[in-house]
Structures are given as structure tokens and as C-alpha cells.
């Protein structure tokens, strides 16, 4: 390969303690590596996960040509690791490629890289109540350039770690402050691809949140009208039979596989259904919300702090639906109920 590597220490699946996962990197024994250069993206396939040297101009670093994906591996409990919708990830990430103007890495082989870190990682599969194989595909801009432009050379990487919940609550109502001075994403930005900048740029504000006690941030758009999603998760409000979540139409928002999932969830419950902008008024009428994603899977929220007051959401309490969705998706992502919609991929035995 044309990059000095540094091998790192993997930790041994037997030192790990699968019961008290938390969302945090553990070094497993392999990730996927794929490279660009004059033109076209050279396999170099499974590697030891490993540091490398990059170049000092490399475009990722100050221009910030980065994108990355999150999708989990779970351990059925007859011992078949499966994926979830990874091909809407491989095709997320293509598009989010474009709009940076990085060179996209095609979308079935996105899939096979992402089989393939999981299967040579599989020792390292929690149980289906241990937790999850969180899966990171990244690609970034590694050759060097000076002028804003894109870079000529990039890296694609896909690695691996175990893991818990995202939030330490777990399955538990978490509560969220809104901000009126910071905003995640406007209209014709990046905020609907998974641009590294996006999250870089949301770490202040979410500092500032949880130094107050809160577990994120919950955004709205750039007049404070309505919702948009909290930092790492869509965003759903019900009230009776309608569960509305902020509308996709003016490319702010992550649009989340777990969001279009518990949407057709929910008409499958008989609720409506909505994608729409939803206003900020309506969370004092609301009945529960809960924000969605591959690493925050269904979480309900209980209260919100908005203009220095808290807003307690339904009872504060899990809400009815955010239990039906969990156990829902859960159910599915475990082939325990029907796969109606073609979501789950099995990909092998552990
Ligand atoms: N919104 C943001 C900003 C995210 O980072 C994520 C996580 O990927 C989501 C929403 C949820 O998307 P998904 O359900 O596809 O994981
Ligand atoms: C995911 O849910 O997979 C995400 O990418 C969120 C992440 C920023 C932790």
C-alpha cells in the first residue's frame, strides 16, 4: 500500500465486558480499506486496524472533504448476524458524495465491505440484549491541495466496534434543551449528508446542553419556528393518532433509516403518519416525541428546556408508541416478527 500503516492493539473479545457496553471505540481486528487515486478506487481490502500518516496538505484536514455512515450488525438469538437497510446507507453515502464532490465508492460494494468487516470481526458480535456491532464507513480526502478545490486522492474506510445504547439513559425518556442561537443546518447547506463539519460544528452547542444537564441538543430551523432533529437522531412529535416528523424538503435534515422506518411503522399502527414542518408551539400540546437512529434506535423524550423552562412531553414517562416502535423495529431487526419491507440482510453465522 502507498501509506506507512501503525498497526493497533485490538482488544481480545475475552477482556471486554459485553454486559456494560457502552457507545464508545473499541479496536477490533480488522477494517475494510479501499484508496483513490488517478481516477479510479483500488480495493485493498481487509487490513489490521491500524494508524496511518497523512499527508500535512490533505484535503479532509482543512477543507473538510469527509463523510461518514452508521449502521449496526446484530446477533440473532438463532446466532445469524444480520444487517439493517445497509444499502440505503451505501446509497446515503453516494449521494453526500456528490455533494462534496468526492469520488463515489459504488453502492454494492459498500455493501461487501461492510459484510466483510463484520464477518472478519465477528468475534466480537454482542448478543442481541448485549448490544450491537456499530459498523463506521468513512471516506475522507487524504491527497494534498492548497486552492479550495477537490482533492485528487481519498481513502475509504469501514470499521468496527461493539456497543451499547448512544444515550446512557438507554431505553429511558432523555431530556433536551432547544437552542435559539445555534442552529445545525440552512437551506442549501450540508445538513442532509453526513458531513464530518456538521458534527464538528455541533459539539458547542451539545457541550453546552449537557454541562446543563441535558443529553443534546434538539435543533430548529434558522427562524426558531419549527423542529428540525437533535444532533445525532431524527425527530418525531404525536399528538393522538398523528405522528409528525420534520419534513425533508429543504435538505436540512438528515433523512434517517430509522426515521422512514417508524414512519411506515406507524401507518402499519393505523396512526397518520407525516412528514411536515412540525412547529415549536406544538410541544406543549404534544402527547409524546421521540428522536430516532441507527445508534440512538428509538429513544423517548421526556422533557424539553425551551427559553429557560422545562416542558415536561406527554407524562414524561416512555411513551406508548416509542415502546410499540422499539419493540417493533427490535422484533425486526432480530427476524423475530416478518421482514415485510425487505430491511434485514442476513450476511452469515457467528
Ligand atoms: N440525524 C443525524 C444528524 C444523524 O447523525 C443520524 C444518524 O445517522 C440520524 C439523524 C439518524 O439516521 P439513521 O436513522 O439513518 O441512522
Ligand atoms: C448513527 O446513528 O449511526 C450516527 O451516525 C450518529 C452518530 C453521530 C453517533
Redesign the pocket.
Known amino acids: 500500500m502507498e501509506f506507512e500503516l501503525r498497526p493497533i492493539k485490538a482488544v481480545p473479545p475475552a477482556e471486554i465486558d459485553f454486559d456494560s457496553l457502552g457507545f464508545a471505540f473499541i479496536p477490533t481486528e480488522k477494517m475494510f480499506v479501499a484508496r483513490y487515486a488517478g481516477g479510479k478506487w483500488t480495493d485493498h481490502g481487509l487490513i489490521a486496524v491500524s494508524e496511518f500518516w497523512m499527508h500535512p496538505a490533505g484535503g479532509a484536514l482543512h477543507y473538510g472533504q469527509a463523510i461518514f455512515e452508521?449502521?449496526k450488525a446484530r446477533l440473532t438469538r438463532d446466532g445469524e448476524i444480520v444487517l439493517f437497510r445497509v444499502e440505503?446507507?451505501a446509497r446515503?453515502m453516494a449521494d453526500g458524495c456528490r455533494r462534496l464532490m468526492m469520488p463515489v465508492y459504488e453502492e454494492g460494494k459498500f455493501v461487501d465491505a461492510v459484510t466483510q468487516t463484520v464477518l472478519a470481526n465477528k468475534e466480537y458480535m454482542p448478543t442481541a440484549d448485549q448490544g450491537a456491532m456499530y459498523i463506521r464507513p468513512v471516506m475522507f480526502a487524504s491527497g494534498p491541495v492548497l486552492g479550495v478545490k477537490p482533492a485528487d486522492e481519498y481513502l475509504f474506510l469501514v470499521f468496527v466496534s461493539p456497543v451499547g445504547p448512544y444515550f446512557k439513559e438507554g431505553f429511558k425518556p432523555i431530556k433536551l434543551k432547544i437552542s435559539k442561537e445555534y442552529h445545525?443546518a440552512a437551506a442549501g447547506g450540508v445538513g442532509c449528508v453526513?458531513a464530518a463539519g456538521?458534527?464538528a460544528a455541533g459539539m458547542y452547542p451539545n457541550s453546552l446542553a449537557k454541562e446543563d444537564g441535558y443529553a443534546e441538543i434538539l435543533y430548529l430551523d434558522v427562524d426558531n419556528k419549527h423542529f428540525e432533529?437533535?444532533?445525532?437522531?431524527?425527530f418525531f412529535l404525536r399528538k393522538g393518532d398523528e405522528l409528525a416528523t420534520p419534513s425533508l424538503d429543504d435538505k436540512t435534515?438528515?433523512?434517517?433509516?430509522?426515521?422512514s422506518s417508524v414512519l411506515q411503522l406507524a401507518a402499519d399502527e393505523g396512526l397518520s403518519a407525516v412528514a411536515r414542518d412540525v412547529m415549536l408551539e406544538e410541544l406543549y400540546e404534544a402527547d409524546e416525541c421521540l428522536c430516532?437512529?441507527?445508534?440512538?434506535v428509538i429513544t423517548p423524550i421526556g422533557l424539553v428546556e425551551v427559553d429557560g423552562k422545562e416542558v415536561t412531553v406527554g407524562d414524561g414517562g416512555v411513551g406508548k408508541y416509542s415502546q410499540i416502535f422499539y419493540d417493533k423495529l427490535n422484533a425486526i431487526m432480530l427476524k423475530e416478527a416478518p421482514d415485510k419491507y425487505g430491511w434485514v440482510m442476513t450476511i452469515g453465522k457467528k
Open positions: 452508521g449502521t440505503d446507507n446515503r445545525r453526513k456538521n458534527y432533529e437533535v444532533g445525532a437522531a431524527n435534515i438528515l433523512p434517517g433509516y430509522t426515521r430516532t437512529g441507527t445508534a440512538a
